[in-house]
């Protein structure tokens, strides 16, 4: 299935939204992925060794993703930072079952943030954004592997 111009539209509308507080919500996605799966943090190089006793607000690479996009507006993933992407993930030992994880902690993650916004066809579109970067960084990890 293809990224609809609809669908294109509620992702943008919500993302614009939820950008003026990215590095919060970023900060609960990565504690919703902590919740749902706690060994996770292991595989997070930022905080492998941070021990349970640190904020994830000190690390401000929890955020990196959420800001850069509030900066430059860019929600397009060039072919360098997919393949880097691709090579970080293998390299951290990321397997299809950690990316369902992610994929519940962003789309609950994002309900939280806009629930006026919120509907079937909003979570249908955020989960065709994802599952089509999921697939393009799978793919890279093929590469990497």
């Given at each position: 299935?293809?990224?609809?111009?609809?669908?294109?539209?509620?992702?943008?509308?919500?993302?614009?939204?939820?950008?003026?507080?990215s590095?919060?919500?970023?900060l609960?996605?990565?504690?919703?992925?902590?919740?749902?799966?706690?060994?996770?943090?292991?595989?997070?190089?930022?905080?492998?060794?941070s021990?349970?006793?640190?904020?994830?607000?000190?690390?401000?690479?929890?955020?990196?993703?959420?800001?850069?996009?509030?900066?430059?507006?860019?929600?397009?993933?060039?072919?360098a930072?997919?393949?880097?992407?691709?090579?970080?993930h293998?390299?951290?030992g990321?397997?299809?079952?950690?990316?369902?994880?992610?994929?519940?902690?962003?789309?609950?993650?994002?309900?939280?943030?806009?629930?006026?916004?919120?509907?079937?066809?909003?979570?249908?579109?955020?989960?065709?954004?994802?599952?089509?970067?999921?697939?393009?960084?799978?793919?890279?990890?093929?590469?990497?592997?």
């Amino acid at each position: 299935m293809g990224f609809s111009e609809t669908q294109e539209e509620l992702v943008l509308r919500s993302w614009q939204s939820m950008k003026k507080d990215s590095e919060s919500i970023a900060l609960k996605f990565f504690l919703r992925i902590f919740e749902i799966a706690p060994a996770a943090k292991q595989m997070f190089s930022f905080l492998r060794d941070s021990g349970d006793d640190v904020p994830l607000e000190s690390h401000p690479k929890a955020c990196e993703s959420a800001t850069q996009l509030r900066k430059t507006g860019d929600v397009k993933v060039r072919e360098a930072t997919l393949r880097r992407l691709g090579a970080t993930h293998v390299k951290a030992g990321v397997a299809d079952a950690h990316f369902e994880v992610v994929k519940t902690a962003l789309l609950d993650t994002i309900k939280d943030a806009v629930p006026e916004m919120w509907s079937p066809e909003m979570k249908g579109a955020w989960e065709e954004a994802y599952d089509q970067l999921a697939a393009a960084i799978k793919e890279e990890m093929k590469k990497a592997a």
